[in-house]
């Protein structure tokens, strides 16, 4: 297993250059797509997927690509987080957000062009594995998990449900359905597809899915509480939008206290779930960093 910080350095060597060229006509849009991608990041799910990847005894060189898929999906949801008529921000991890650089309409196609930019990329990884029966099934099933897990069923129906509810009387299934699907399945996605495309056992893909879903709550749910107590310098955008926007969030349901136990209990549950494994140490150490994060 390498560290968080080689795994960082793969995608950040490589993020960029998977970016398509649209033409001099269209150069801006790359510029914009490029923008966002290279104004910083955690890159934490990226990371998960090679980690979990390089756990299961994977290729992680080849898993890079799927790697970058998956941050160009998180970045064009950012991107279209921050327009005026969704959460209305106009910064981003310190930096101007990218509608406020190149205006609303750039940034929605920004957005569109690394959305599909993912699916391009990943899809075209199938291409020389012609005649590999085990590895194109890998491949489909990763494929199926992160493109899923972004959709209409996934990261998209959890943030319908987060705008649409705004105002809203903040019930617990609800906060439950946002944490679940506009948090969580964008983590639990890359663990499993980079188990996927190491050929994984069943056992070992359902007890990191219970690492990665108990990890996904638990960040959406500091997240909340960052809202309401972190710093905007270092969370790097405004903070109080929930309270703003009346969101519907775990603190705004269970107050403060309950939401740090629930941190606590969660962090606790994803480490429990693969402890047992070899290399377990990269995934706990990770838990209680994010724990513990203030941006």
Known sequence: MRSFDEYKSLIEDNLTSFLPDPGEHARILRESMAYSLSIGGKRIRPVLLLASCDAAGGDVTAAIPYACAI??????????????AMDDDDMRRGKPSNH?????????????????????LIAGQALPLKGDKDALYAHSRATFEILTRAGASGMIAGQTADVANEGNEATPG?????????????LTAPVRAGLMLAGASEDMIKDFTTYAYNLGIAFQIL???????GSSELMGKTL???IEQDKCSYVNVHGMNAARSELGRLTDEAKSAIS??????????LADKLENRNH
Not at 74 to 84: A, E, K, R, V
Not at 111 to 120: C, Q, T
Not at 175 to 186: G, P, S
Not at 276 to 285: H, L, R
């Open 71 to 84: 941050e160009f999906i998180h970045t064009y949801s950012l991107i279209h987080d921050d327009l005026p």
């Open 100 to 120: 406020k650089v190149y205006g609303e309409a750039m940034a929605i196609l920004a957005g569109d062009g690394l959305l599909s930019s993912a699916a391009e």
């Open 174 to 186: 609800l906060v439950r359905f946002i944490e679940e699907h506009k948090t969580a399945d964008l």
């Open 223 to 229: 997240d909340d509480i960052l809202d309401y107590e």
């Open 240 to 242: 109080g939008k929930d």
């Open 276 to 285: 047992s494994y070899d290399n377990s140490a990269f995934f706990i150490e």
